[in-house]
């Protein structure tokens, strides 16, 4: 049910490949609670993925554009601004890929060539989408600026390598422009520390179902869906939250506030079923 949240506003939704995309998600409950959006990708995501369809679904343009190529952006606030009738009030930026992870080089054997492409896609990507946006005036007095974030920032979590050191570089870039953007035009800048989440990018980590999994037992509430994250997303895109800025907001159900739960626990236990003597008692070996 729309509760018109967002009516009147233009937004821009950086990343939506196909429906398991939290992006896809934001931009489907974006146009229900009745804003005019954009969606952009790069152009191989363009050609390869299903974002044409999802604009065919919502009636929005989708412009093909590199994030982190300074021209393209340039071309995408512009031209966004040109097809919705003004300046935006709303930007999510969804953009994360590790080709250390991809090629599944371990954390302490990199190739330093590509944690830099990590770092420009997945974090130096969201300073020049802002910076861009600040020169060109494209956002509006009070706009909200969304980057979607990890726990793997603050905490280590096997297998997520480089992309830990992406996220917690894209929350500082947050909190910087946050101050600097709030304080010139009371631009909101703020990250979604989202449970994990099944989407393509999320599906290439090692070891990432065993993840989900104790996510989602340690969690009081559960693992929060793509869905219930693309509704975070617009509340904080709407004049409801219009002194939240510079935070990094966590949408994990409470997994990043717990220490052990039961449930978890009790999974543990289990694991050491097999290590058990004719006691009972656990033998290491």
């Excluded at 609670?33 to 044409?52: H, K, Q, Y």
């Excluded at 995408?76 to 250390?100: C, Q, R, T, W, Y």
């Excluded at 631009?187 to 070891?207: E, W």
């Excluded at 869905?227 to 949408?251: G, R």
């Amino acid at each position: 049910m729309s509760h018109h949240l967002l009516k009147g506003k233009r937004g821009i939704i950086f990343g939506a490949l196909n429906n398991l995309s939290i992006a896809w998600k934001v931009a489907e409950k974006a146009v229900e609670e009745s804003a005019n959006i954009t969606l952009t990708n790069t152009p191989v995501a363009v050609r390869m993925g299903d974002v044409s369809q999802l604009g065919e679904q919502l009636n929005c343009e989708v412009i093909p554009a590199d994030a982190t190529d300074l021209e393209d952006l340039e071309m995408v606030f512009a031209k966004s601004m040109e097809i919705l009738g003004g300046p935006i009030d709303f930007v999510l930026h969804s953009i994360g890929m590790s080709p250390n992870v991809r090629k599944k080089r371990p954390y302490d054997d990199l190739d330093y060539n590509l944690l830099n492409q990590t770092l420009d896609i997945s974090a130096v990507s969201f300073h020049k989408m802002i910076q861009t946006a600040k020169k060109m005036d494209a956002i509006s007095e009070g706009g909200s600026i969304i980057a979607l974030s990890y726990v793997a920032a603050q905490r280590t979590l096997f297998g997520y390598n480089d992309m830990a050191d992406a996220k917690a570089m894209l929350e500082s870039i947050a909190r910087s422009f946050g101050y600097i953007y709030g304080r010139e035009k009371n631009v909101r800048i703020n990250t979604i520390s989202q449970s994990p989440t099944m989407t393509t990018a999320g599906s290439g980590i090692k070891g990432f179902d065993g993840l989900m999994d104790f996510s989602n037992r340690m969690a009081p509430l559960g693992n929060a869906t793509a869905d219930e994250c693309a509704d975070y997303c617009i509340v904080m895109f709407s004049d409801l939250t219009k002194k939240v800025t510079m935070q990094n907001l966590f949408h994990d159900g409470g997994f990043s506030s717990m220490g052990m739960s039961l449930r978890a626990m009790d999974q543990y236990n289990k694991s050491f079923d097999q290590y058990r003597d004719e006691q009972g008692k656990i033998v290491y070996g």
